[in-house]
């Protein structure tokens, strides 16, 4: 009986040295995104997978998440929450050790992030600075938004309301405009008009270089999405 519990006891030491080691691992991760995203608080960081000495032995980690506790600045873009997870991150102990760690192959990687209809409205703003076009974004309802575009011509304002069809390719949100107030004009007229409203803006990375690769809208702004496989981090 004694040796039993003895074993218990050391079985439960171990697993608290190696949850211990996993915690202070995802501090270490929190600290270093937190300076290469230049993020004011640490995000969250949670270091998956059993045990975890081994992961550190063999130099390939399960899975590491983290996620923001609060709206950070991303490259100029205000992101009310923003989370990423890793599978199958290969970091050799060596470059742990040697604080050679520049860049992190993974099999697989996504990271998600949120920006309000006014956020979205700042950053279009900025992209279309004296093009004579203006443009402001809110919800149309479930997963739909809508636009309003003022259009600057030699006779004055013209404003249209539609319908925003938001798409994203390789980092660039591209915004068609379609029904609403396009239906009632006239042929020529909403061919033209649809040309004039149709903009591609770039999209700022987010950390660690991932590349925006989808969008969504929601009620309170643009769900931006990011994935990919067998691909390599950048951790600057």
Not at 182 to 188: E, H, I, K, N, R
């Amino acid at each position: 009986m004694r040796k039993l519990i003895g074993l218990v006891v050391l079985l439960v030491a171990l697993v608290g040295v190696d949850r211990g080691a996993a915690h202070l691992a995802g501090q270490h991760v929190a600290d270093r995104i937190q300076r290469s995203a230049h993020l004011q608080t640490p995000p969250h960081v949670t270091v998956g997978g059993f045990p975890f000495l081994t992961q550190v032995v063999q130099g390939r980690y399960t899975r590491v998440s983290a996620q923001t506790s609060g709206p950070v600045s991303v490259n100029g873009l205000g992101v009310d929450r923003l989370e990423a997870t890793v599978e199958g991150a290969r970091v050799p102990l060596s470059a742990l050790t040697g604080g050679t760690l520049s860049s992190v192959p993974v099999d697989h990687a996504q990271a998600g992030g949120h920006i309000t209809w006014t956020e979205l409205d700042r950053l279009v703003a900025t992209r279309l600075q004296g093009q004579g076009l203006r443009l402001t974004f809110s919800s149309g309802g479930g997963n739909t938004a809508r636009v309003r575009a003022v259009v600057s011509t030699p006779l004055g304002d013209v404003t249209v309301r539609g319908n925003a069809d938001v798409s994203v390719r390789q980092g660039v949100l591209r915004v068609a405009v379609s029904g609403g107030d396009l239906q009632s004009a006239p042929t020529v007229v909403r061919s033209a008009l649809q040309s004039a409203l149709d903009r591609s803006f770039p999209l700022p990375k987010l950390p660690m270089g991932f590349t925006v690769t989808s969008a969504a809208p929601d009620a309170t702004g643009l769900g931006l999405a990011a994935e990919a496989s067998n691909t390599t981090l950048a951790l600057p």
